[in-house]
């Protein structure tokens, strides 16, 4: 059987090199038992795929059963796999058997894999590797002959990584890796899958045919699909039974397609995002503060050079990327002021009378330091908060948004900050 023949007995539509490349891993992996890890988004026909396994193997007349691991509760699920005894826990009046004694000589597909907990990825490991387990609240060793094919749209090796997965059985599993590609993927396939779609929605409601503009099909391969297939069968059969025109528009398109600059945009959604944007706030005030710090220790250096060795070209060629710095930061402030003053300062570092004696006898750094008389700055985290909110609200003037971004924080944020430290 070849690939088009497998199309036509499934019911796959589509030519996309990568979908018959998925095709003949399946083909060719089917006749032997050994494990499978279908991985693709979600909506873009998985379980299509573990059908194709188990019929075209050996076990095609035993039975087939497919789990979702994700719809079980965690207190329940090895009770499901693996069966349980009589009283074994509250509400087991009776012995029951699981999906892997059920399913003996046969083909088990377990969706959503990587939503299992870790206990029940221990039991799962010790019947792939020798087909024994044990029913819950029971001690009895019982074998079973069954073929696990397995599917998830979650990134196995990153959850490997963070240990919410066992890496042993991840190996197990990926035998043979199997992966579905999502239908943006394909873009070729769209129009072949919507016309599919539309004619059997057509047939089953009695509905007039639907015909796409060539703008609306351009659309339909343009758009993400982030639910695949599945997105665009339900596109299909709304525009079957509710458009009244049949033939459909780029514009009469859009209105059944998600906005995409909407939907994509990130969303708090919990209280657990603000506690990460107040902890970005705190690190960015931190960092505000070993920036000043770090420029009083530079300037501070500066003047300690000016006042031993005058102003001379080998201070300022040591110190150009400072100075030049400086400079750029107060050039805004001095121009504002000369236009209120209608007159244009300059900066100027004059060199002290005495030049030949100070360069004679320098003033040693520790009594310029010893000298001068220092004054506390405030630290407070609330004065500084204020005094940057104040100085980028001038900065952008008084345009709150363009604030928020200079701040690195929302504009929500800023507007709840300014009331909180009453700046309006």
């Known amino acids: 059987m070849d690939n088009q023949d497998i199309k036509n007995r499934f019911g796959i539509i589509g030519n996309s090199p990568l979908l018959n490349r998925?095709?003949?891993?399946?083909?060719?992996v089917a006749p032997t038992d050994i494990s499978v890890l279908i991985q693709g988004e979600s909506g873009s026909g998985?379980?299509?795929?573990?059908?194709?396994?188990?019929?075209?193997?050996?076990?095609?007349?035993?039975?087939?059963?497919?789990?979702?691991c994700g719809a079980?509760?965690?207190?329940?699920?090895?009770s499901e796999l693996f069966g349980h005894e009589k009283g074994s826990f509250t509400g087991a009046h009776e012995a029951r058997k699981g999906y892997f004694e059920v399913v003996d000589g046969g083909t088990i597909f377990l969706d959503e894999v990587g939503e299992l907990p870790l206990g029940t990825q221990a039991r799962l490991l010790r019947v792939l590797e020798s087909g024994e387990y044990i029913r819950v609240g029971s001690s009895k060793v019982q074998k079973t002959n069954v073929r696990v094919v397995a599917a998830t749209n979650v990134n196995m090796f990153e959850a490997v990584q963070k240990s919410k997965f066992r890496e042993d059985l991840y190996y197990r599993l990926n035998t043979v890796p199997l992966r579905v590609p999502s239908l943006r993927e394909r873009p070729e396939d769209i129009n072949l899958l919507f016309r599919k779609f539309i004619v059997d929605f057509s047939e089953k409601y009695r509905s007039p045919g639907v015909q796409l503009t060539e703008d609306a099909q351009n659309m339909l391969r343009n758009y993400s699909w982030?639910?695949?297939?599945?997105?665009?069968k339900n596109v299909a059969e709304q525009i079957a039974v509710l458009e009244k025109e049949r033939i459909v528009n780029a514009h009469t398109?859009?209105?059944?397609?998600p906005n995409e600059s909407r939907t994509s945009l990130p969303a708090i959604v919990s209280s657990t995002n603000s506690a990460k944007e107040d902890f970005s706030e705190r690190d960015l005030l931190y960092k505000v503060l070993f920036?000043?710090?770090?420029?009083?220790?530079?300037?501070?250096?500066?003047?300690?050079?000016l006042i031993q060795k005058g102003v001379d070209s080998s201070t300022f060629d040591q110190n150009s990327p400072y100075i030049n710095q400086l400079y750029q930061e107060i050039e805004p402030q001095m121009k504002s002021e000369s236009e209120g003053y209608g007159v244009a300062p300059t900066l100027t570092i004059h060199s002290p009378n005495n030049t030949a004696n100070v360069l004679k006898n320098p003033v040693k750094e520790d009594d310029y330091l010893q000298d001068a008389q220092e004054v506390e700055e405030s630290l407070s985290l609330v004065d500084k908060e204020s005094?940057?909110?104040?100085?980028?609200l001038k900065k952008h003037r008084g345009k709150r948004k363009a604030a928020a971004q200079e701040l690195g924080i929302s504009e929500r944020t800023l507007y709840r900050k300014i009331k909180d430290l009453n700046l309006d």
Do not use: C, W
């Open 253 to 257: 398109l859009q209105n059944y397609l």
């Open 387 to 392: 005094d940057l909110i104040k100085k980028a």
């Open 46 to 68: 998985k379980e299509v795929f573990s059908h194709i396994i188990h019929q075209l193997s050996s076990r095609k007349h035993g039975p087939f059963i497919a789990v979702n």
């Open 226 to 232: 982030p639910g695949n297939v599945r997105q665009l």
């Open 291 to 305: 920036d000043m710090k770090k420029d009083m220790v530079d300037l501070k250096k500066l003047v300690v050079e």
């Open 22 to 28: 998925a095709i003949d891993i399946a083909r060719q």
């Open 72 to 78: 079980i509760p965690e207190g329940t699920i090895d």
